[in-house]
């Protein structure tokens, strides 16, 4: 987004020379940098707000009905849910490491760098192989019970009166923000 400075045409603001380039800042270029800064910012803000508060069997089942591609929805689902089961396994691993490993008294020992790249090495592998493993012992068992690639969920995901309600609310507002805005601009 830094480019849009430079790229977008205006009155200018500032001048770089940069070997043999000669980059100019436009009054423009820096409204709309300042606004993709601004919109990112705030998209990132409300992801954290949905993830914050909405549980995440949830947020999957409304990526479905938003149409995101089956598979990815999928993904992430597996990425969530084992995530931290591999995040269990490394910590076993760490602590399986620290009980064979000698320390002197005053806490110093390890080895040279090359030893311990060689032993993160070996975790790394055996982590990826143990998770590897795991994996297909979990699909064995979900094909056990059942799973047919759709995950089932308790809640319905019917909207309620209070759900049409906000929605209609949420809508209204940002016409009437659109209104005023246009309003404001002199149409």
């Given at each position: 987004a830094v480019t849009?400075?430079?790229?977008?045409?205006?009155?200018?603001?500032?001048?770089?020379?940069?070997?043999?380039?000669?980059?100019?800042?436009t009054d423009a270029g820096v409204i709309r940098f300042a606004s993709i800064v601004v919109r990112t910012w705030l998209s990132v803000q409300m992801a954290i707000l949905l993830t914050a508060t909405t549980r995440f069997p949830d947020v999957l089942h409304a990526l479905q009905h938003l149409r995101v591609p089956h598979l990815l929805v999928a993904i992430i689902s597996f990425m969530y849910r084992y995530l931290?089961?591999?995040?269990?396994?490394?910590?076993?691993?760490?602590?399986?490491?620290?009980?064979?490993?000698?320390?002197?008294a005053t806490g110093a020992g390890g080895g040279s760098v090359a030893w311990r790249a060689r032993g993160t090495g070996?975790?790394?592998?055996?982590?990826?192989?143990?998770?590897?493993?795991?994996?297909?012992?979990?699909?064995?068992?979900?094909?056990?019970?059942?799973?047919?690639?759709?995950?089932?969920?308790?809640?319905?995901?019917?909207?309620?009166?209070?759900?049409?309600?906000?929605?209609?609310?949420?809508?209204?507002i940002l016409v009437l923000l659109q209104v005023v805005g246009r309003m404001g601009s002199g149409w």
């Open positions: 849009v400075m430079f790229n977008v045409p205006g009155q200018s603001l500032f001048a770089w020379q940069l070997g043999g380039w000669h980059l100019v800042a931290f089961v591999i995040t269990d396994e490394a910590k076993r691993l760490v602590r399986a490491r620290e009980a064979r490993s000698a320390r002197s070996n975790m790394v592998g055996q982590l990826f192989l143990r998770s590897y493993e795991r994996s297909d012992r979990v699909y064995n068992a979900m094909l056990a019970r059942g799973y047919n690639g759709q995950f089932m969920t308790i809640n319905p995901h019917v909207m309620c009166t209070s759900d049409w309600v906000v929605g209609i609310v949420a809508v209204a």
